[in-house]
């Protein structure tokens, strides 16, 4: 049940229709992430006085340091991600909830995890109101979800220094992580592939900016 005061009105479906012909053009051709991006009331996750921003690719704040990927980064990991339904997905940063909802969209299972409480406050009442409803952890995510493992697909969606070694332990063998590798204002989308003996392969695709994952540390 969508809320009185969160309309997804004609003109919003019009401007996501406008917004996945961009990111289309952009190299995402996967149609099963672009009916997601299509669904998702992206305008719904911003402050109001966002709004007439919302379906612009572009990244905006959300309170707490951090923002909302543009939807063209979220629709690309997604993409490396390979979702096939059913897939039990980690995600590691939940921040405002979109990417998780494009996950839930595709047929994921999602369990996600994020450092901020305030945040994580705010996503765990909004998600449900919209009709999504990912399985949510506060917590550090460098140490991911051990209770929960092992996962198919890990997504981290903070730029993260290196990958902890927790997190490819609870990798199935045959599973994707994908994440965003550097410190500074810029990172290299990374893909790795653990094989069935568990020895992992690594791709590199391109240059995106991330917030940056923090070790160690829960926020209040």
């Known amino acids: 049940m969508i809320y009185p005061h969160m309309e997804d009105n004609f003109r919003h479906k019009g401007l996501r229709k406008r917004l996945v012909e961009e990111i ?3 190299g995402i051709n996967q ?3 672009l009916d997601a991006i299509e669904s998702i009331p992206r305008h719904l996750f911003l402050d109001p006085v966002f709004l007439e921003f919302a379906y612009q690719d572009k990244p905006f704040p959300i309170g707490c340091e951090q923002t909302i990927s543009q939807p063209y980064t979220v629709a690309f990991q997604t993409q490396l991600l390979e979702i096939k339904a059913r897939d039990k997905v980690l995600e590691v940063g939940t921040g405002s909830g979109y990417q998780a909802c494009v996950l839930l969209e595709i047929g994921a299972r999602v369990y996600s995890i994020e450092r901020i409480k305030k945040l994580y406050e705010k996503t765990k009442l909004f998600l449900p109101k919209i009709g999504y409803r990912p399985k949510l952890f506060y917590g550090d995510g460098y140490k991911g979800l051990p209770t929960f ?6 997504i981290i969606t903070a730029g993260a220094p290196f990958i ?7 990798l199935k063998p045959g599973g994707i992580l994908v994440a965003p590798i550097g410190v500074g204002g810029v990172q290299t989308m990374v893909r790795w592939i653990k094989q069935l003996d568990g ?10 900016a991330f917030v940056p994952m923090l070790e160690n540390k829960s926020e209040e």
């Open 31 to 33: 149609q099963p992430v």
């Open 149 to 154: 493992a092992p996962f198919d697909k890990i």
């Open 164 to 170: 902890p070694d927790e997190l490819i332990d609870q």
């Open 24 to 26: 289309k053009k952009k």
């Open 199 to 208: 020895v992992l392969t690594k791709e590199t695709h391109g240059s995106f």
